[in-house]
């Protein structure tokens, strides 16, 4: 499915309880980072999701911050290079305006020049010459699609 982590879980009910296992694994290596079982009273059921998904949600983000802190240590430096290069651009694609997107475009086009091997460039650049197109602009970043 292309995700990294899964939040897998299961709800049993016996009465007037729940209980709600809940575990998060790394889907590349099967690895367990976290789990917690939630036993409740059976009352009002919005705020008994509520009380879970917040429970949750405090619970994994750390984990998730230390996963991806590990994962980052695996990574070549200009690996981690390209990535920040990405990020700086979708600062400015994120705002979708005809302003900021084609400094993002121009962003995005010297990251695959400099990192011509780095797919992730590469597909956010398809992405936001697609999404300029559909908005209408026409500007020197999307005119040559083969010079960065």
């Not at 939040?7 to 367990?32: K, N, P, W, Y």
């Not at 789990?35 to 999701?49: I, K, M």
């Not at 475009?105 to 650049?125: D, F, K, Q, S």
Request: glycine share 6%; charged share 25%; net charge neutral.
């Amino acid at each position: 499915m292309g995700v990294r982590y899964l939040l897998e879980g299961s709800v049993r009910r016996s009465a007037e309880r729940l209980r709600v296992t809940a575990q998060l694994i790394d889907a590349a290596t099967g690895f367990h980072h976290w789990g917690q079982n939630y036993d409740r009273a059976l009352t009002d059921r919005l705020d008994l999701q509520d009380d879970i998904t917040q429970s949750v949600t405090a619970a994994i983000e750390p984990k998730l911050i230390a996963a991806e802190r590990l994962r980052s240590q695996s990574r070549s430096p200009e690996d981690l290079d390209a990535w920040d290069h990405v990020m700086r651009a979708l600062a400015h694609y994120g705002r979708m305006t005809t302003r900021e997107s084609p400094t993002a475009i121009g962003m995005l086009r010297e990251t695959v020049a400099r990192y011509p091997e780095y797919g992730p460039a590469h597909g956010i650049l398809c992405a936001s010459l697609a999404q300029a197109s559909r908005a209408g602009e026409t500007h020197k970043a999307m005119v040559n699609l083969r010079e960065p």
